[in-house]
């Protein structure tokens, strides 16, 4: 049992090392070529949306995103400056559930604990909350997504906390769209080539109005869906207290 055990174990060691000698490299190397964020940002710009698979290379790039930590925000903003509003937004959606779904396997794998050992009940609230996230997997998903959560945090939360795939895939699809909305259609209204490559510039040759004027009626209406989201977060985090009360007593 012990050896079974120890395999598992080893090659996440393994994978985990190989994952921080790799990022180490790729940190170093940016840092080397004195490369800044928006600098990073127009190169993938540039050969995204000068190749014939754009779409393609930018699913890729998201579903790796995880991996590298880069914001998942300023790829969705690219997605609708590359590909406009409706493009930009189907792009994005598989692009995001797609990191999702990366970042989800890797806690499951990365996490060091058995089924049945227990070592993650120990803290009431976290076996609290997974038992929510358990029992209640589908909304509990669904308000993280909207209520506009770190994307990574809540990624590798259901991983460690093994939330049912299902419910964490169908909670994720419907709840990430009012952030994703929001910020496509703000990243369609900038001309990031301009923003990326040019220092100065007026605000007539950087912003579509019209678009811009969407994005913020879409940004009132998901803040009202973030307050709704939170409020509901709010009374799944009392209930979860609340069932941990009663089990502790």
């Known amino acids: 049992m012990s050896a079974s055990r120890g395999r598992p174990r080893h090659l996440r060691l ?3 090392l190989l994952w921080i000698v790799v990022l ?3 940190v170093v190397w940016v840092w080397q070529q004195g490369l800044t964020v928006r600098e990073i940002m127009r190169l993938v ?5 000068d190749n014939p698979v754009a779409p393609v290379i930018y699913i890729v790039i998201y579903a790796l995103r995880p991996l590298t930590f880069f914001p998942a925000m300023w790829l969705t903003i690219a997605g609708g400056s590359l590909f406009g509003f409706i493009p930009g937004l189907i792009f994005g959606l598989i692009g995001e559930n797609v990191s999702a779904q990366t970042a989800y396997l890797l806690a499951r794998f990365f996490r060091t604990d058995v089924d049945g050992d227990g070592s993650s009940d120990r803290n009431p609230r976290i076996a609290a909350f997974r038992r929510l996230l358990v029992e209640q997997s589908f909304p509990t998903v669904l308000v993280l997504r909207a209520s506009f959560l770190p994307f990574d945090l809540v990624n590798y939360a259901c991983g460690l906390l093994r939330v049912p ?4 895939t169908a909670g994720s699809v419907i709840g990430m769209l009012p952030p994703m909305v929001t910020f496509v259609s703000f990243g369609a209204s900038v001309n990031l ?4 490559k040019r220092s ?3 605000p007539e040759q950087l912003i579509d109005s019209t678009q811009l004027m969407i994005s913020g009626c879409l940004l009132v209406v998901s803040a009202i869906i973030a307050y709704i989201a939170y409020r509901r977060r709010k009374v799944l985090a009392a209930q979860a207290e609340k069932t941990s009360a009663q089990d502790i007593n």
């Open 14 to 16: 393994i994978i985990g």
């Open 24 to 26: 180490g490299g790729l």
């Open 45 to 49: 710009y540039d050969y995204v949306v």
């Open 165 to 168: 795939w299902l419910s964490y």
């Open 193 to 196: 080539p301009k923003l990326l």
């Open 200 to 202: 100065s510039f007026s």
